[in-house]
C-alpha cells in the first residue's frame, strides 16, 4: 500500500487519507476529522440523487415506480444505488435479475425437458446452469454468467440460449421420427449387406396422412405426430438382425477385433475369420492407416 | 420472463423428412446424414425440406433424394452398404502400431509432446528381446494391414533396434502375408547416407517435423548441435529426390506454436520451397513439455483458427498458381474433404467413430508396455498408467484388445453416445479424442462444445464449408483427392429407389 506521513503528526496515513489531503488541504481535513473522525463514511457517486436515496420516502417512490413499470435499472441509476435496493424493496424475487444472472421460465410443452437440457449443455463454458421445476409444466432455467466470460458473451447469452432452444427442439424431433430407420440401417450395416426381406418386396412407404404436415408450422404445442408404419416393421427386421448377431460365436466381439491374426486367419493368413461368423460373411480389406506422427 | 412463442421450429414431415442434422454455416443451413451426405439451403429451402414442402422435379429435392434425405425413397441395401464402406474400419482391428525404440532425443522442442529425456540416458532404449515380443503382438493384431511406427525420442538414437524390427517384421510377414508399411518419424538430425540407403531400399517411409521457416523451426525445435532446420530440409530433399515416383514416401508437419501464429503465409510458403507435397497444420495438444510451455507458446482456439485460415487461403492461392496436375494441399483439410466428398474414410484415427484407441492402434513403449494409443503412452510419461492395457510377451493380443479401458474408450469416443456430437452436423466427419478429454476436462467422455478440440474441429469444418461453396475452390479440393466430378453423383443412384 501506498503510504506517505500527515503534515502535522508525522505519523503514516494510508492513501485515502493521502488523497484526501491532497484534495481538501491539511484545514479541511482536520476539520473532517473532528466531525468524522473514526466513523465509517458512505460518500454517493457523482450525479447520483442523493436526497432521493437517504429519503425517508425512498421505500414508497420505489414501489411506486416499480408499479407504473420503471425498470430496476432505472429505479438503481436514478438512485445512485445497487439494483439489490428497490429489488429488495419491491420484494421481487432476488435471482431473477441480477448483472450476471438470468433466469426464465419455459413452458414444457413447448419446450421438452429434453431440448432444454441439450440446450443448456451448450453453455456449460460460459455459464453455470441449472434446470429446475417452476411448477407442473413449467422448467426454470437459471444460468450464472461465469466469472472469465468475455463481456460479449453475457449480453448475448440469452438470445443465444433462445436459439440454441428452438434448434434441440428441431434436433430431437428428427431424431425422434428416425430413429428407427437409423437403428435399421446400422444393425443392417453390421449384421451383413443382404437385402431385408421389407426392402426386397417393394413395400411402399405409407403415405401421408390427412392434415400430418402443417404449412405454417407453427403450432409447436401440438402433439407429435404419429410414428409411420413403416418403423413398425423395421422395428421386426431389427430384432431378426439382432437375434441374428445373438445367435453366433462372437457375441461379446461380434466383429471380431480382440481375435488374434493367426487364430483368425491360420498361420499364412489363407484361413476364413472364425470370430465374424454370422456377424459379417467377409471382412473388408484393411487400409493402412495415415502416419499420425505426433512428434519426431 | 418467459420464452417467446417458437414460432421458428417448424413441424417435421414424418413421411417425407429422413435422418438428418444441421448447423448454420455461411448465412445457409447445412444438412448432413450418417451417410456424410450434405447440403446447404437456404431458409426457405430449409423449412420446404424439413415440413415436406419440396416437390418432386426441384433440383434441390432430387438432389436431397440422391443422397438419402427423404425418408420415403431410401434404398436401405444401398444406404447400409455405403455406411458399411465409411465404417469399415471397424472391421479391422488395430492398423496402426506406434513403437517407442528410446525416449532419447537430441532436440528440446519447446512442446515435446513425448516428454523426451537427454542423450546420455540409455535406460529407456528398447532392446531386441523386447522389440522381439513386441513384433510379435504386432503381428497378432487381426488386420491385414499393418502400419509399424517408429517414435521416441528420436528413434534414430537406438539405431540397432529400428534395423532389427524393419528386419524382423519384414521376415515374419513373408509368412503373415499382410500388407506391411514401416514409417520412421525422424528429425534427420542423425540421418547418414548409409541409414538412409538401407532404409529407402527396405521401403521405409519418413516422417519429419518442419514448423516453417528456419526463425519458428529453430525456436520451437531447439539443438545444440547445430541449425535443426538447416539439417532437416536438407534432408527432406535428398530423401524426396530419391522417393520419387516410389510407394514409400517422405511427409513432413507441423506443429502450430504460438511463434507460428503471425506467420501462416510463411510457413505454407516454406514447405512449397522445399519441394512437399502439402503442409500439415496441427495445433498443440496438453501433453509432455507443451503443458509446462503453454503459457509461452500456448494460444486459445480462435487464435489457431485464425492462423489456420490465413494458412488455408494462401494454400488455395498457391493452387490456382500451379498446374492442376500438382496440387499442394493442406493435410487437416484433406483428410475432412475425403469424408466430406467421398464415401471413402481414410481411416485417420483420431478421425473416427469410435476412435481408435486399443481397436485401431497400439502403442509399444521401449519396456514393451502397451497402450491404447499414443496419446496413452504420452499420459504414461506424465505419470499416469490409466491407458496401459498390457505388457508384450505377457498375457495375450486379445486380453490387450478387450481390455475395459479399450472398451470404455470406444463407448466414450463413440459419437452415438456423446450429447452434443450425436445431434451434430459434424458428426460423419468428426471424431474426438477421448484421452484429450480425460486431460482436458478431467473424464474420457469430455463435454464436446466446450473443449479446445471440438471449438477446433468446427471452426476448420465450418472455413472448409465455407470455401466449398466457390466452385474454383471446389474444384482444388478435388484434385487433393483425386476426385473427379461427377463420381459422387455416380455413386449417388445407389440411394435411389430402383
Redesign the interface.
Known sequence: MTRTRCQNSLQPIDSDAARLLKILGSRRLSALQNAFGGRRLWIPKAGSNLRCSVCRFRDDCIRSWRQQGVSIANIAKRLGVSPKLPISVSEEPMPTCDQDEIAFVLDEQLYPLEAVQNAVYVFTDRAYVRVERAEPDRLKVVMTVKADAAPSARTALKGEFDNELIHQVLRQRISTSNQKIREFIVTKALVSAQPSALVAAGAPAPAAAEGDACPECVDTAAPAPAAPQIDAALEKEIDRLLAEIESGDGAADPLGVSVPWEEAFGAKGKAEPKAVEGAKAKAPKAKAPKAKAKRS | ??????????????????????RRVAGKLLVTN?LGRHQLLDEKQF?DF????LKEGDPVYEKLKTDGFI??Q????A???V???R??????????H?IVTTLRCNHR?L????SALGMADETTDMTEETARKVVDRV?????????I?F??G?PLANWPVVKFIVEYATEKNK?????L?L?L????SMMDAEKMDWLLERGV?F???IDGPAEVHDKNRPWSSGASHAEATKWFKVIDKKTRNKMFRI?A?L?VTRLSLGKPVEIVDEYERIGARGVFLRPL?PYGMAVATWNKIGYTHQEFLAFYEKALDRVLELNRKRPASKPFFEQTAR?YLAKIMTDDD?????LRSPC?AG???MAYNFDGSVFTC??GR?LNRMGDDTFLIGKAGEG???ES??HPVVRALAVASNLDNQ??C??CAYKPYCGICPVQCYKEQGDITG?M??NSRCKISMGVLDLLFDRLQDKKNEKIFRSWLKVRKGDNEKAAALYQRG
Open positions: 420472463m418467459t420464452a417467446p412463442a417458437p414460432t421458428a421450429v417448424p413441424v417435421l414431415d414424418p413421411v417425407k423428412t429422413g435422418p438428418f442434422r444441421f450418417d423449412h424439413v415440413t415436406g414442402g425418408r420415403d431410401m434404398d436401405f441395401d444406404i447400409a452398404a455406411w458399411a464402406k465404417n469399415k474400419f471397424l472391421w479391422q482391428g488395430p492398423t496402426l506406434v522442442c512442446y515435446c509432446h513425448a503381428f497378432e493384431s487381426p488386420s491385414s494391414a499393418i502400419t511406427e517414435q521416441g528420436e509368412t503373415a502375408g499382410k500388407s508399411w514409417n518419424v525422424t528429425n534427420l517411409n516422417c519429419t517435423s511427409d508437419l506443429t495438444n483428410l481414410p481411416n485417420y484415427l483420431d481408435g481397436i485401431g492402434q499414443d496419446e504420452m495375450t493380443y486379445a484388445a478387450g450429447i452434443e450425436s445431434k463435454r462444445p466446450t
